[in-house]
Antibody, heavy 120, light 108 residues
Framework: EVQLVESGGVVVQPGGSLRLSCAAS????????MYWVRQAPGKGLEWVSL????????YYADSVKGRFTISRDNSKNSLYLQMNSLRTEDTALYYC?????????????WGQGTLVTVSS | EIVVTQSPGTLSLSPGERATLSCRAS???????LVWYQQKPGQAPRLLIY???SRATGIPDRFSGSGSGTDFTLTISRLEPEDFAVYYC?????????FGGGTKVEIK
């Protein structure tokens, strides 16, 4: 059974930093591109960042470029999101999501999310 | 970037009724690479439809998807109580992938 379990979400002040983690199991982690997708309270879905299976390629939404860094450790079946210079508009539930395949980038599995609240 | 617009924002219907949700893209979606997700309160999104019209594993056949180019539709033939939720479409034909803003199907 595929499982994605996020952790690390807390309340942080504007300008602060945070590292989110996602523990994956039930599939061959290093075969798949992985994403972070966020959802602000009462709002829709927004992709934040993606990383290729080997970590060699990373991409970011314009809204987080230069502030967030995605990484993975395939030996630990784990995905990470380092979040710096946090803003109030980064407040959201952050989901870790697995793509169906490298050719078809839709999400067949999602974690339950970890809540990041940026507030003074 | 392809902008995806869903309509209506909210659909108020009764159990047993038919629901028709629209998803429109600002440019043609390559190879009909469009999916639909269902999200219930407090839950992560769940994949319903991929490739415009293929149901994901375990999705009942009252859910169907159709469309091509820039216009896509999710139809729920007869609403069950568990179908009241928010539905999102997402295109994956062009990078970056983009989501629609969602349609809430609520009980009338």
């Amino acid at each position: 059974e595929v499982q994605l379990v996020e952790s690390g979400g807390v309340v942080v002040q504007p300008g602060g930093s945070l590292r989110l983690s996602c523990a994956a199991s039930g599939f061959t982690f290093d075969d798949y591109t992985m994403y972070w997708v966020r959802q602000a309270p009462g709002k829709g879905l927004e992709w934040v960042s993606l990383i290729s299976w080997d970590g060699g390629s990373t991409y970011y939404a314009d809204s987080v470029k230069g502030r967030f860094t995605i990484s993975r450790d395939n030996s630990k079946n784990s995905l990470y999101l380092q979040m710096n210079s946090l803003r109030t508009e980064d407040t959201a539930l952050y989901y870790c999501a697995k793509v169906y395949s490298s050719s078809w980038e839709y999400f067949d599995y999602w974690g339950q999310g970890t809540l990041v609240t940026v507030s003074s | 970037e392809i902008v995806v617009t869903q309509s209506p924002g909210t659909l108020s219907l009764s159990p047993g009724e038919r629901a028709t949700l629209s998803c429109r893209a600002s440019q043609s979606v390559s190879s009909s690479y469009l999916v639909w997700y269902q999200q219930k309160p407090g839950q992560a999104p769940r994949l319903l439809i991929y490739g415009t019209s293929s149901r994901a594993t375990g999705i009942p056949d009252r859910f169907s998807g159709s469309g091509s180019g820039t216009d896509f539709t999710l139809t729920i033939s007869r609403l069950e109580p568990e179908d009241f939720a928010v539905y999102y479409c997402q295109q994956y034909g062009s990078s970056p992938l983009t989501f629609g803003g969602g349609t809430k199907v609520e009980i009338k």
